[in-house]
């Protein structure tokens, strides 16, 4: 039941439901039909004998049956006979027999050759002359007649009326649905493109569902609204903080030059140096983010050799690195790349940097970027500490790092380089993953469509 969808589900309560619901309602009125038909045939059946009865008579000495007398009467037959059951005068309907013994007062159901027969007896009492008996007979094939037509009628109709019912039923669930299944494609186009001012748009109305829909709208009108103030207020922060930070460093520059100070001063200073320097890289990272943040558009998009690129990166990296640590690469010629240029030469550095800054002395670092199936693959792989399963889906949120004193570089960790990573992958429809083992290494796997314009 679980695998079934919610309108098949919906569709299928309420069809079983109905089957039941009618099939007890058909019960019941066979049931009471049956019961007013019987008593309907028992009234009719006595007042019509009892009726007959004055008609009967004997009239100087002889018997008079009045002419009026009409021994078929609203569908009773009528027999007048003596106490042997004799008869005198008689309407029977073909199949009975008379056989059955004469009961006055008495109304009874017999079988006689499979049929059911209503039966009533009346006797006749005379002062000088032997009693006659009148029986009345309604054969109740007739009288339930009406009922078989009815439960046939209902036979046939039920399964029409379930499936127009089911039928009609599924088709408004299913476009409720539709619209239920267009705020979630909304909020998937939401969530993948990071676009926070796109909007499910169902449209006016009173039903529930688009009142729904209006609500989610609201409610990202708001996100927006304060993601928008977020990344303001960080934009405006990191401006403002640049200027003093700068200040501060031309400050520790301008001290530093000055030789009357002592050893340990200069040490001082070069600690907050040091430190404002940390500080002014954050804030460049910030205000990227926040540029990042607002929408980049894609205006800066070109075709570029992205072999080259990754190469002049790799040759860099070896100028820089003073790691023990052996860096290798694998390029294929000549793959075109069609994104920004600066990002993806930012997404690049990013991971080989990581890769050395996370790398085992006299370890490798291996760098590979080819084609396939009209992707660009781009890996960087090294045997360094590896990352343990459980943060392997935390490393790509901001400021996050796995434990600080892991880096070689401890003062330029600052856990914004994969969450810069992955926007960058997203931002060019790519894909960003992971492969590591703790103690072992890391794989980072980025994928891009090739030539996408
Ligand atoms: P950081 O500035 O700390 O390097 P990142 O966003 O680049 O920030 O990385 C987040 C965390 O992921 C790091 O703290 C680090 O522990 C882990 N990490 C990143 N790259 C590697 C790697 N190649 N090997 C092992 N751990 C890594």
Not at 109 to 134: A, C, M, Q, S
Not at 179 to 197: P, T, W
Not at 201 to 229: C, H, Q, V, W, Y
Not at 323 to 349: H, P
């Amino acid at each position: 039941m679980k695998k079934l969808s919610i309108k098949i589900r919906v569709t299928l309560w309420y069809s079983i439901f109905m089957i039941i619901l009618v099939s007890v309602v058909l019960a019941f009125m066979i049931a009471i039909s049956n019961n007013v038909v019987e008593s309907n045939v028992k009234k009719a059946l006595t007042k019509t004998v009892n009726k007959a009865m004055d008609d009967v008579d004997y009239e100087k000495g002889e018997l008079k049956i009045d002419n009026d007398l009409d021994l078929f009467n609203d569908g009773v037959y009528m027999i007048i006979c003596d106490e042997n059951k004799s008869i005198i005068q008689s309407e029977i309907p073909s199949g009975f027999d008379n056989e059955l013994e004469l009961n006055d007062k008495e109304t009874r159901k017999t079988y006689i050759n499979g049929e059911l027969y209503y039966v009533y007896d009346r006797e006749i009492n005379f002062k000088k002359h032997d009693p006659l008996w009148i029986r009345g007979i309604v054969p109740a094939e007739g009288a339930i007649s009406v009922i078989n037509i009815l439960v046939k009628i209902s036979i046939i109709a039920l399964p029409f009326i379930v499936i127009l019912a089911a039928a009609g039923g599924y088709v408004i669930t299913k476009r409720s649905f539709e619209s239920i299944e267009k705020m979630r494609r909304a909020a998937d186009n939401i969530n993948e493109g990071k676009d926070l001012s796109k909007r499910i748009a169902l449209g006016d109305g009173d039903d529930e569902i688009l009142k729904l829909g209006k609500t989610f709208d609201r409610m990202l009108e708001r996100l927006e609204e304060s993601f928008e103030n977020e990344t303001q207020f960080t934009s405006d922060a990191s401006h403002e903080l640049r200027t003093p930070v700068s200040v501060i460093l031309a400050q520790c520059e301008y001290m530093l030059e000055n030789d009357n100070l002592e050893i340990s001063q200069k040490d001082e200073v070069e600690v907050i140096k040091r430190q404002a320097k940390r500080m002014s890289q954050l804030i460049s990272q910030l205000l990227t983010f926040s540029r990042l943040d607002r929408g980049m558009n894609k205006d800066n998009f070109e075709s570029f050799d992205i072999s080259e690129l990754a190469e002049i990166i790799c040759e860099e990296a070896l100028d820089t690195h003073n790691r023990n640590i052996e860096l290798t690469w694998n390029i294929e010629e000549n793959i075109y790349a069609y994104g920004d240029l600066s990002l993806i030469t930012r997404l690049f550095s990013n991971l080989i940097n990581n890769a050395f800054q996370y790398g085992k002395e006299g370890g490798f670092v291996k760098v590979e970027l080819n084609e396939e199936k009209n992707n660009i693959i781009f890996t960087v792989t090294d045997n360094g500490i590896g990352i343990a399963r459980e943060e392997q889906n935390k490393i790509w949120n901001r400021f996050y790092q796995v434990n600080k004193s892991r880096s070689s570089d401890k003062n330029n960790s600052m856990g914004l380089g994969l969450s810069m990573v992955k926007w960058i992958a997203q931002f060019h429809e790519g894909s960003i993953k992971v492969e590591s083992e703790l103690g072992e290494g890391s794989r980072f796997i980025f994928s891009m469509p090739k030539n996408k314009r």
